[in-house]
C-alpha cells in the first residue's frame, strides 16, 4: 500500500509541474509572435516627411500654425489608420543638466496602449549655414584661375538634348564659378574670337584659363574664322588653329559630352542645317578632333586622313579616384554612364598626352572620360558620353583634376539641432 | 507478501500510466513553445528581409537601369541612402497580379500592371527579375517564400463632375485620412485628330491649386468640351514630404490604339504596337501616333522633354496585322529619371486619344506585388515601412512564411 500511496504522491507532484509549466507556456497573440515593428515605421516616418526637409522646418517652426498643422495632416494621412501616434519636439540644449527640452507635440489619442514603441530623429534648422570655403584655382600658382564657359548666344548646339548651351552654361557657372578666381561667360562668337586672340573681356587672365564648351559636339566659330585658311578641309584647320591656341595659353579645354569637335557653328554665317534639321552649323567630321590633337600637340596642319577614333563602351563605371572625389566636393553623377564615344587609349602616346584625371578606368583600349595633358602645354577634358549630358562630369572632372582644397567652417550644435521623438501605437484588433 | 506483491504491480501500473499521459501533456506545452519560437523566429526574419531589400541597392547597385541579371537583389536607389527606393529596379521585377501579355509579333510574354485602358507597364519576362531568382538570391530558397507589395501611400483621384466646361475633381487621400489643403500641380494635355496633319497634335497646359479642408480640389477648364477631344491629365499632390500622383483620362476613339511595351532598359528603347495585334478587337485600321515625355522636377512640376527623334520615331503610323519588321516602331527615352511617357494617337480628324506609360514606376504611382501568394500559407509574418520611390511616398509591405512545414497550435 505504501508503494501506491508514494506512486499517487509522485503523480501529484508532475501535476503540479505540468500547471506551472503550462501557465507560463501558452501561446501569445498574434500581435505579441508577429507585431509590426513600430521602431522601424516611426523612424521611415519620420524620414519620408523630411525627404524634402519639410520635417526639420515644422521642427523650428511649431509656432506657425500652417506649417506645424500641415505636418500634422501629412502624418495622419501617412500612418495607417489602426496605429496611433504621438509626436514630440525636443531642443537640443547643450545643458549638462538637462540635455533635452520640450518644445511642442502633437497626437492623434489620448494613451498610446500597452503596445508602443518610438523612434527620434535629428533635424538642423535651415538657418544653420555649415560654411565651406573652396580655395580659388590659380589662387597661389600665380597665373591663370579663369574660367570661361562658351555661352555663345549666336553657336547652337549639338547632342546636348533636353538643354539649351545657356542653360548647361548657367548650372556650371553656379557649380564651378566659386572655385575659379574669375569666371567669364563668353557671350558671343565675337568674345570666342577676342580671347582667341589674347584679348581679355574682363580684364582677367586669359593664359592657363579653362574654356568650356557647352554647345556639345559643335564648336562656336567666330565669323572672322570662318574664311581661309580656317575654312580649309571643311573647317578641320580651324579646329587645328583651337588645339594650337589651347597650347599657346596653357588653356584646358573641356568637351562635355560626343564627339569633340564634330561641327562648327555660327547661326549667323552657316544658313544649311546639319542633315538632322539644326541650322547654323557645319558638319567637319572626325577630322575636327584629329586636326585639334595635332594642333595641341604643336604638329603642324595636315589633312586628316585618320578618321573616326572613337569606340562605344555602353556603361562604364565611375573610377576609383572620380568616387572620391565626388565625395569630396559633393558633386553625384550616376556612377553608371553610357559611352558612345570613348577615345583610344593610343592617344597618349600618339600625341604626347598624359592622363592626369580619369573619371573612368580604360576598357578594351577605351577611355570614356579623362583629363589630358600635353607634354608641354594644354589640356584637353573629354566626355565621351552619350547624351543627354550630364554637367555634373564635366565639373568633377574639372576639380579632380585642379584639386581646390575645402575649408570647412566649425560650427555647434547648441541651438540649431532639434530632436523629433515619434512614438507610436496599435489600436484594435488581437 | 500476496498484499505486498499487489502493491507493487498497481504501483507499477498506475506510476506507467501516469508517466504516459505526463509524456504526452509535456510534448503538447514543448510543441506550442517551439511553434511560438518559430513564429517570432519568422517575424523577426519578415522584419530583416525588409531591410535588406530595401536597404541595399543590389549588385550590380544599377541593375534596375540594365537589363542583366543582379547578382544580389535590392532595391534601394543607389544615388541615395536609407529608405529610397529605385523606381527602375521596381520596374524590372515580375509582377504576380497582372495577367501576362503575349505579343506575337516578338514573340515575347510580357510581365502587366494595368491600372485601366491606357494605363499600362509591360516589360519583357526576359528583362524582368522572377519571384525563383529573388528567392536564391536573398538565400532563402527552400526556407522561406514572400510577398512584396509597394503600395503609394497617397492616393490621387481624379473624376469628371461635367463635360462641358470640363469640370475635374481631385480628391487626394492618404493612407489614414485626407490630405487637407496639399497644393496639387497638374498637367492637362488635350489630343487633336489628324487636322491637316499626318499626326495627331496636342496641346499641354500646366498649373497649380489647392485642396480643400477635404483634401478635394476643383478644376474647370472654360471653354474645353469633354465630349469633343480626347485628354489626360496627370496630377502631383503634396504636403509635408508626402508626395502622391493620380491621373485621369478621357479619350472619344479606342477601338485601335498604341500599346507601349519597354523593351530595353539601358538604352532606354520602348517599341509601339497596335492594339489589335495584341488584345486583336473589332474593326481594325491604321492609327497615326505622336509621343512625348514629361518629368516631374523638384519644385512638383511638370516639365516637358522633347524626345529624341534621331533614335526612334516619335511620330509615326501604325497598321495591325503587319509582319514582325513592320509591326511596330521603336522610340528611345534618354533618361534614367522617372517620368511619364505620353503617347497620342488618331484615326481621323475626329477620332483620337491617349495612352501613358510609366518610365520609372513611381512617375504615376503604379502599385508593385512581387512574390508568391500568402493566401495559401497557414501563418504569415507581416511588417512594414514607409519608403520614397521617385519622390513619391509608398509603404512597402512584406508577407513572409515557412516552407519548413510546421502547423498552427493554440
Known sequence: MMRTIEVLIVIIIITGAFIAASFFAVLPWPRQVSPVNLRRLAFTTLQMLDSNYDLSRAAFETENYTIWGGLQIALSASLPPNVIYNLTVYEVTGETTQLYTFIDSMSNAESLGVTSDASSYMVASSNVTFNVVPEKIGEHSGGGGTLYILNCSDAPGWWITGYTAQSLA???????SPYFSNTIMVQNTAQLGQILGNT???????????VINTCGEAVPIPTAYCTTPYSNDGY???????????????WTW???VGYPFYYVSNIGYFTGQNDWGIYGMKAVYAAGLNSFLRGLNGQGYVTDTIGWITSELTSVPLSTDAIYYSNYYGIYPAPYQTATRALPVGITSAYNLAVTTSLFDPVSGYRAGAVYRNNVSGGFLALGLTRTPDIRLTALGLLADYKPRLYRSEYTAKGTSRIVVLQLGLVGGA | MVSSTIDHMVAVTVFLAATLLFIGLFNQTIQTAVIYQ????????ASDLLDNMLLSPGIPVNWGQTDIVPTGFGLQDPEFTQYRISPFSLMRLNSSTGTPVYYPKTGLTYSNITMGFGQSLLVPFSSTLNYSTALRLLGINGTYGFSLTMTPIVTVSISEVQSNPLTLSINVFGAGSPLAYAEVSYCFMIIKGREGG???SYTIDYGTTLANSA???SLVFPGFDGTEDSYVIIAYAHLSGLVGVGYHEHVVYDENYVVPFVSNFETGEVLLAHSWDVHGGDHPAEIAYNATFVLLSEDFTLREMPLDNETGKIVGKLNYGQDPQHAYNNLTINTHNPGILIVTYSKSAVESGVVIMPWGISSLAFPVTFGGDSSKQEWVATDMRQVIVGGIAYQAKIALWSL???QVVG
Open chain 1, 170 to 176: 548657367q548650372d556650371l557657372y553656379n557649380l564651378l
Open chain 1, 236 to 250: 578641320a584647320y580651324y579646329n587645328w588653329f583651337l588645339g594650337q591656341r589651347v597650347r599657346q595659353y596653357n
Open chain 1, 200 to 210: 581679355s573681356l574682363q580684364g582677367e587672365t586669359v593664359q592657363n584659363a579653362v
Open chain 2, 198 to 200: 499626318a499626326y495627331p
Open chain 2, 404 to 406: 519548413e512545414g510546421y
Open chain 2, 215 to 217: 483634401g478635394v480640389a
Open chain 1, 254 to 256: 573641356a568637351s562635355i
Open chain 2, 38 to 45: 518559430r513564429h517570432r523566429a519568422t517575424a523577426t526574419k
